[in-house]
């Protein structure tokens, strides 16, 4: 509130304009809902009571806490704790987040609760256990985890709803139960990892079923029915069939159809969203292109070297190419101050300001450019992208100039001409980004290719020796600097991206060899000279006497021509 008031009494003087930028995360309720550690305990005891629970109301003699109760509560326990050590040690900063926590401990908690629900469903209408092998979605929280959060979470979510479901359903059936959920969450991690279209939600969701078909097949779930004189009946056995197949289709329609509402609540985005951002007519990307052309063809080169990078170390391809094209949507505010986009021969608007000034200037466009980014909702990954793509990074040619400048009017003041008082000191962290840095490998990719594409534009001749060293200098530069220690690359990824960048800088760079001009070309030109030769006066045109007439006729002209150039050049530098 007395930031509210402090903002209207400046503006009533005169002194700001009353807009505030927005800034990504200033719900501090939101911040710390996300990473208290009381909250996670809270989840974690939640997901234990839940499993414990599920186990007690579906208790009976052939179950496993229906003949050992307390037994089989220390094993639930220490396969928990097993999942929690596994997924902490593996998973750090997902461990650290309490919204990924609760997505991927929930959807584990939701896939052996559908088990408890079906059970007395399945049991009311008489088919038995082969009728509840059929009709068990199998393929939910695989799926699910997948798409959301990545293929390593769920192949987490396969296991442990494998075998936390064996403690709910039958002794008999905990065998069968894990072959099957396994090999179903195994096919639905592999179909649907990078998924980038919403039809293989489908395709997914048939290939589970017809796997719990195979799979019902083995154990002797699913029976081939025969009339009485022993010939299979074919209709019959296609409807049962049909049921796993149809269960996984209907499971894998209805996450399709809540998938925007879980990454809004969980703060994730799925490689069909990716895909779906990618799309350049976005109207912040239909801006740039239109505002601040030199930018938007920055950004895309971006993303061709974040892509490769990308690919070439296992990190999220499609994540890293959208948010290459978002990376400086903030010189949007002031696309003139920036370097691309200021024509050759026009005025650079920075020849009139202080290095200070200067660098306030550039280093705006990133407290713009998420300020954009949160009035047009994208989501939060390219917002941080926005905010660690320059890390605490030193923007050393206003850096310089400042001390250029200092040093000049050091040896003023030496001489007297002006007072020492005069000297303004050059304090490096004003000419450093805000931060923070790089937190996670795309952002890291997309900071070191915007770096090495910026300087590339100032290779006069881009051989490979002088591209490799410019990749090598700029990867070396940041390390040093250590705007790579919070990103979790190590010195092998590094290594690799080193190769890529250069390759792709190389691909980029190359050079188009001058093609000679058709003889067909040059006789044209020929006849054109003669036309217009023949258009002339004759009394303008006057025969040469002599050879030497002829060579001084020629060097009268190519001097005429040399006045014409020189004036030419005079001009266009007073203009």
């Given at each position: 509130m007395f930031d509210t008031l402090k903002r209207i009494q400046l503006q009533r003087r005169g002194l700001s304009c009353g807009k505030v930028r927005r800034k990504?995360?200033?719900?501090?309720?939101?911040?710390?809902?996300?990473?208290?550690?009381?909250?996670?305990?809270?989840?974690?005891?939640?997901?234990?009571?839940?499993?414990?629970?599920?186990?007690?109301?579906?208790?009976?003699?052939?179950?496993?806490?229906?003949?050992?109760?307390?037994v089989s509560f220390i094993a639930a326990g220490a396969v928990f704790l097993i999942a929690l050590i596994h997924f902490f040690v593996n998973h750090p900063r997902n461990f650290s987040n309490n919204a990924r926590v609760l997505l991927i401990f929930g959807s584990v908690l939701l896939h052996v609760a559908a088990i408890w629900t079906i059970g007395p469903l399945?049991?009311?209408?008489?088919?038995?256990?082969?009728?509840?092998?059929?009709?068990l979605p199998y393929a939910f929280a695989p799926m699910a985890l997948t798409v959301l959060v990545g293929r390593n979470f769920g192949l987490f979510a396969t296991v442990a709803s494998s075998i936390f479901g064996g403690f709910v359903l039958p002794l008999a059936d905990s065998l069968p139960y894990l072959v099957i959920n396994l090999t179903c969450g195994f096919v639905a991690v592999l179909l649907s990892h990078h998924m980038r279209r919403r039809t293989g939600f489908?395709?997914?969701?048939?290939?589970?079923?017809?796997t719990a078909a195979v799979g019902c097949f083995a154990f002797g779930f699913l029976e081939i029915p025969r009339s009485t004189e022993g010939v299979i009946v074919w209709t019959a056995l296609?409807?049962?069939v049909a049921v796993p197949v149809l269960v996984g289709m209907a499971t894998s329609l209805a996450l399709s159809s809540v998938l925007h509402l879980l990454e809004r609540m969980f703060q994730a985005t799925s490689t069909v969203s990716w895909v779906e951002l990618a799309d350049l007519n976005h109207?912040?990307?239909?801006?740039?292109?239109?505002?601040?052309?030199?930018?938007?063809?920055?950004?895309?080169?971006?993303?061709?070297?974040?892509?490769?990078?990308?690919?070439?170390?296992g990190a999220n391809v499609t994540m890293c190419r959208v948010a290459a094209y978002f990376h400086d949507v903030g010189k949007l505010n002031k696309p003139g101050y920036c370097i691309e986009n200021i024509s050759p021969g026009a005025?650079?608007?920075?020849?009139?300001?202080?290095?200070?000034?200067?660098?306030?200037v550039i280093m705006a466009h990133v407290k713009d450019g998420v300020d954009l980014a949160l009035k047009h909702k994208l989501c939060d990954e390219i917002i941080d992208v926005i905010e660690q793509h320059h890390g605490t990074s030193l923007i050393y040619f206003f850096y310089r100039k400042a001390l250029d400048k200092r040093a000049e009017l050091e040896a003023q003041a030496e001489e007297g001409s002006i007072a020492s008082d005069d000297v303004p000191e050059v304090d490096e962290s004003g000419f450093r980004y805000s931060g923070p840095k790089p937190q996670f490998r795309e952002s890291a990719i997309i900071s070191l290719a915007d770096a090495i594409e910026s300087a590339s534009r100032s290779l006069q001749k881009p051989t490979p020796q002088r591209v490799e060293q410019l990749v090598d200098d700029i990867i070396r530069g940041r390390v040093m600097d250590g705007q790579l220690d919070d990103s979790d690359l190590t010195m092998h990824e590094l290594a690799v991206m080193r190769e890529t960048f250069s390759k792709t800088l190389r691909s980029m760079l190359h050079s188009r060899i001058s093609y000679p001009k058709d003889e067909s070309e040059k006789q044209g030109e020929g006849e054109k000279e003669a036309d217009r030769d023949s258009k002339e006066s004759p009394k303008n045109r006057k025969a040469p006497a002599s050879r030497k007439n002829k060579s001084n006729g020629k060097r009268v002209r190519s001097q005429s021509d040399g006045a014409k150039a020189a004036t030419a050049s005079v001009e266009s530098s007073t203009g």
């Open positions: 990504h995360g200033d719900n501090d309720l939101a911040r710390v809902l996300r990473v208290s550690p009381w909250i996670r305990a809270v989840i974690f005891l939640s997901f234990l009571a839940g499993i414990f629970g599920l186990m007690i109301v579906s208790g009976t003699e052939d179950t496993l806490y229906g003949s050992r109760g307390f399945v049991g009311a209408n008489g088919w038995g256990n082969s009728g509840l092998f059929l009709v489908l395709r997914t969701g048939f290939f589970c079923g017809l296609l409807w049962r109207p912040l990307l239909r801006r740039l292109s239109m505002e601040a052309p030199g930018t938007y063809h920055h950004s895309l080169m971006v993303a061709n070297l974040s892509e490769a990078a990308a690919e070439a170390i005025p650079n608007p920075h020849d009139d300001l202080t290095p200070n000034m200067s660098a306030i």
